[in-house]
């Protein structure tokens, strides 16, 4: 069976650091993989999506960046945090090649700029 | 660029009373939709979706949607709700097979 992993599951930045947040999917192959982030009374943005290695789409422009480095990884990175950045991430993937494949999620890390 | 707008924030209702909660989207071609539900504590979980066929979709727990394309509505209905029912329901918008956009979600709070 599939499963996804996000690491880690909290943190704790200072304003101006760096940040690498990584997400792992096994038992699949090929699949589109998704960073979300989750905020009380706003839903989920989509921050950005991918449907192969090295292939990434922006929704949001700002301070955020992502890559794909492998089929089955996906990490979210920032050079210099803001306070903005705090949030709940969540990494999401799902089947490629039919619409109606669903989203499957990630635990979440909660992520606090100081 | 596709958009969901679910006009129910927070809704409270006694247990055996009726559901509905609306979605609205605005995308002029193809869509699949879904609705997810959050249960406290827990990971977001697909409760049905609609991909083409029957426009009325049935889910787990005796949830049900109906996709009318004609007011880009997926709204989601329950007959009768419990008090597990209390959770945070999202609607998406997934066009081709890759973007999915949410909505800002609506907070369900049964009373017993």
């Known amino acids: 069976s599939q499963t996804i992993h996000q690491w880690p599951a909290t943190l704790v930045q200072p304003v101006g650091s760096p940040l690498s947040l990584e997400c792992t999917v096994e038992?699949?192959?090929?699949?589109?993989l998704y960073w979300y982030r989750q905020a009380a009374g706003r839903g989920l943005q989509l921050l950005f999506y991918s449907v192969g290695i090295g292939q990434i789409s922006s929704e949001v422009p700002q301070n955020l960046s992502a890559s794909r480095p492998q089929d089955r990884q996906f990490i979210l990175s920032s050079k210099k945090l803001l306070l903005s950045d705090s949030g709940f991430y969540l990494c999401a993937w799902s089947g490629i090649g039919t619409g109606d494949s669903p989203l499957h999620f990630g635990n979440g890390t909660r992520l606090t700029v100081t | 660029a596709q958009s969901v707008s679910q006009h129910n924030h927070h809704v409270i209702l006694s247990e055996a009373a009726s559901l509905e909660l609306g979605c609205n989207y605005s995308y002029g071609g193809t869509v699949n939709l879904f609705w997810y539900v959050q249960y406290p504590g827990q990971h977001l979980q697909l409760l049905l979706k609609?991909?083409?066929?029957?426009?009325l979709v049935k889910g787990i727990k005796g949830f049900e949607a109906e996709f009318i394309k004609s007011k880009f509505s997926f709204n989601l209905r329950k007959p009768s709700v419990q008090w597990s029912d209390t959770a945070e329901y999202f609607c998406a918008v997934k066009v081709g097979y890759q973007k999915v956009t949410f909505g800002t979600g609506t907070k369900l709070q049964v009373i017993p």
């Open positions: 038992g699949t192959s090929n699949p589109n």
């Open positions: 609609y991909f083409s066929g029957d426009p």
